[in-house]
């Protein structure tokens, strides 16, 4: 066999969703760092828990993600790597810093195949990639989907003076992870020069991150961003309920402050210090949401100065929310219920005075109703409409957002009530893609998520996704019995907020 025969062979295998070692053994993949054997099921193929960069413990603590130590023996991929050191503010503790694993889903059928990588939500402080079944998805799709684990909290976004360039591994994490796509994609069926990253809340914040980071460029070519941008901002309570004021960006000056009180909090002077304490030390601080710091080499500019520049990775973006995100904060509120306290809280008191009379709970029949449109407007969809506008100026832009205000609401179930129903809250369209434990589907609504699906993985492999770019506040609707346009500004009032600042 002469030398070019051999290599055109070696390259079709590497092109199959089976890779090259998978022609002896079903299950069995080659990525770059070693073998790997997943589980083959009928329709897909599922391998699990693969690190992509070594584990940031010890000395690693606070450094960008390191290579992987090569393994011969085929590793087993049955099962995810444990979730990143995180507090219980989700439901899902750890204190585990040996966490930087990704999953990967491979549909049976042979061919070279868009790949989705999927940057997991909970405010880069909690959950992980593995809560997300992604078979549906790939299959359906005809897609190679991706989930990862980053470093969340105080381990993937602190920002301290004696740290050079700090406050974003979490990002360097993703941007390790999507440089592993890049060198093995094509092992699981997957085509390297055609990656969409995509998120929900918190990982749509990242998305943001990757759209305007420099050393993110070339890592992806589409992106997608649910229910979260680069221009979200919230007052006090406003994404979570007993939390400050935040945003998911944060200056490296404000943040080198904060890691200084938070090193003199633990009785740490330097980093030697700080790297010695166990996890918990700092998985027993729950302040919600983290933000991502700025002005470092990966973020050199705050993400909603560099869309309004045009200094960004002009990929093809889908950007949308859903149409009552706020009613999940709402619902977290204890009672006696204080809806005008709550809007001085979070808005002041001159603004919160306008709000009220804008938004009366008259209008809504009682107050949290009330109170979940003012943040569904005011702190998600107004804001998500404002990076349409900016990324419409430079990059194909298309809008949504998800209506089905009879979303099964699975383990949120018991926040709501006849009273205060749940409609299409924040996060709730992640059931339309994912399979998740007790979020079930009826028939109807599995049909709209098969829409949603084929509307996503078309975007994923053309860059269109079969309805009409940004354009004025139009988006595209998803509801049961209502897919099709509608201006989102005029929906939620973003005139007004416009108005306020």
Known sequence: ???????????????????????????????????VRGTVLADHQLYQGIPYAAPPV???????????????????????????????G??????????LYLN??????????????????????????????????????DVVVVTINFRLGFFGFFGHPDLPNSGAYGIEDQQAALRWVQRNAAAFGGDPRNVTVFGESGGAFDVCAHVTSPLSRGLFHK????????????????????????????????????????????????IACLRALPPTAFTAIDRGATPVVTGNRVLPVNPVDALRSGRFNRVPVIWGNTRDEGRLTSATVPEPFDYQGLLEQGFGAEKAARIAAEYPVSAYGNARLAYGAVLTDGVWVCNQLADDRLL???????GYEFADRTAPMGWFKNLFSEGFPAGAPHSFELAY????????LNPAQQRLASTMIRDWTTFARTGKPGWPRYSTGDVQEYSLGQIGQINGLTRHNCSFWNSIG
């Not at 030398?3 to 069995?28: D, F, H, N, T, Y």
């Not at 940057?119 to 909690?126: A, D, F, Q, T």
């Not at 419409?392 to 298309?398: A, C, D, E, H, I």
């Open 433 to 440: 893609f994912f399979d998740i434990p007790t979020f079930d």
């Open 1 to 35: 066999m002469n030398k070019r025969l051999s290599l055109l062979i070696a390259a079709a295998l590497l092109a199959s969703p089976i890779g090259v070692a998978q022609a002896a053994e079903p299950g069995l993949v080659r990525t770059d760092s070693g073998p």
């Open 223 to 270: 992106a997608i961003a649910q229910s979260g941008g680069c221009s979200t901002t919230w007052g006090a309570n406003g994404v979570i309920h007993d939390k400050p004021a935040g945003a998911p960006w944060i200056t490296k000056s404000a943040a080198e402050s904060d890691a200084v009180a938070i090193s003199a909090q633990l009785g740490c002077s330097d």
């Open 392 to 398: 419409s100026r430079y990059t194909p832009t298309y």
């Open 104 to 141: 990967v889903t491979t549909p049976s059928r042979h061919g070279r195949k868009p790949v989705m990588v999927y940057v997991h939500g909970g405010g880069n402080s909690y959950l992980s990639g593995a809560g997300f079944g992604t078979n549906r998805l790939a299959v359906q799709g």
């Open 58 to 88: 010890g000395e690693l603590r606070w450094r960008s993600p390191q290579p992987v130590t090569p393994w011969t023996t085929p590793r087993d991929a049955t099962k995810p790597g444990p979730a990143c050191a995180q507090a219980d």
């Open 90 to 99: 989700a439901g899902s503790p750890s204190s585990t810093e040996d966490c």
